[in-house]
């Protein structure tokens, strides 16, 4: 089964994605210039639309997109937006898809505040839907999101529930959202709640296979491609997935040490994990999550949104990016 | 007339403001303890609630509160708090109300995302309403206070034009939560078009008056009522309208000299605002909003509602606090 390239596993909805990118673009027209080129270096810097496309093909899934398919999917895309400027803000992040942060370029403030303002801007988008079960969606995806940061920040797990603890907190930072975009595709679709649910539990399982992806990367990539150093988490000293699998496998002295480590000790600790098994084995395991996201589809008849939610799985396992 | 206690004010809506604290005590019950006491700490450092006292009687004076008032009045609090978490940890606030800041006791980046969950929670409470039409006046509340706060960050205007930037500035980022919590206690309460434009005006004008006493106390009022130090905004580089008042009186090259202080210099500066005529002129200008305030209630009858807005908008000129 050969990969296929993001355009032709978008081209169902190649022009709802465009109708996104113009509410996006919409969103950086404002009156105030120096807001206008904020929000505009903000919304030039993106990435691939995963879930805004999930959105859209799970409303195709059911039947056909509707114009608030559209809203929902931008809506959902600030929303992320607003989280990596809070998150970026957070960590002090010089660079994000090799572009210069809004927190590096303006400050740490402006970056809250446009943040904010996307929170807000996402909500507006979504009220013009007229749904207030997608609202609670939103608000909970939110909530969740948050959850997942606080608890990451405040962390004071021992080692060796290092990997539970790191399922738990990629399922409420990441999958949670690729969760809500897949259902509120659904609902708006006119999904039955078993549909919905269906769909919610394939964007959750996606979710977590791309963020076991993207933590891959973070260890496997080209420092260019990522637009960022390779080994950042670490050296941010957050514990992902193919470093934990790899201290599982060491004396615990070793594994204690990885909390307080020097950039010296990290880059060392970086070779290490990148020459061991426990790459291979975080990959079967994000391997494991998107056979689980694509069982969910087999309620589904064959069709060409279907195809593409699958390819879609493939694409996440696979990408270099 | 004589100056009416806050908690005769708010007697018509107090078993209403009662279920509004209960529902904020909700908020910050949760499974999971160092959250659970993140957000004890920020709900219990209470304010005078005055935001969801004026969407409480909005709706009593249109008809009576109904269960949704309550939970309209508690997530215009819990957006409000939001708001305070941010500002904070944008300026780096080391005391709110007397109180150490969350970005002070915690980090600023645990500020920045308990100031998230508390939208995403006050997004909720909203959608539960049922009404598109108050979250869309949701969403619009917070892009305004954005746009304020933004615009005080981007802010290059010379000082011939700082008054009019100021009440732009207070407009945005104050009296804009105020107009929402009028508006939607009005809409809740089944208010026409009219009435809901009238109770607008009533909460915008009652926050302009608010924030220019908020201002004045900042220079005349005592540090430990405060719960910071006497003119903290100037020590902050923010010009307020006692400030910009006095310095229209003054030489223009007086006045640029204002934007780039040293502590000693803004201190010898409070102090020359404290002693001018700048201080009952500023009182004159807030008086005048809540004239304006008062008059918007013309159209409804004499009755314990339309009685305790009036002393309210009093009491926001005359409060030491």
Redesign the interface.
Known sequence: MTTRSIEDIYAPIREELQRVEQCLGDVARVD?A??GA?LGHILANRGKRVRPALTLLSGQLQASCIPQHVHMAAAIELLHTA?LL?DD???RAAARRGQPTVNALW????A??????L???A??L????????L??L??????TI??G???Q??SDFAWRRQRENYYRRIGLKTASLFAAAAESGALLGGASQEEAEALRRYGHNLGMAFQIVDDLLDLTGEAEELGKPVGSDLLQGTLTLPVILYLETQKGEAADMAKELSPHEAERLVAQVQASSAIAASQAIAQGYVRDACRELARYPQGEARRSLEALARYVLERRK
């Not at 400050?107 to 402006?110: H, K, L, Q, W």
């Not at 809250?112 to 303002?117: C, E, H, K, N, T």
């Open positions: 105030y120096p807001l904020l989280t809070h803000t957070i960590d400050s740490g403030g402006i809250v505040l446009a943040g904010d303002y929170f807000a801007k909500a507006e979504i009220a013009s839907i007229g749904s207030p079960a609202v609670s939103f608000g909970q995806a939110i909530i948050c959850r940061e606080l608890e920040d405040f």
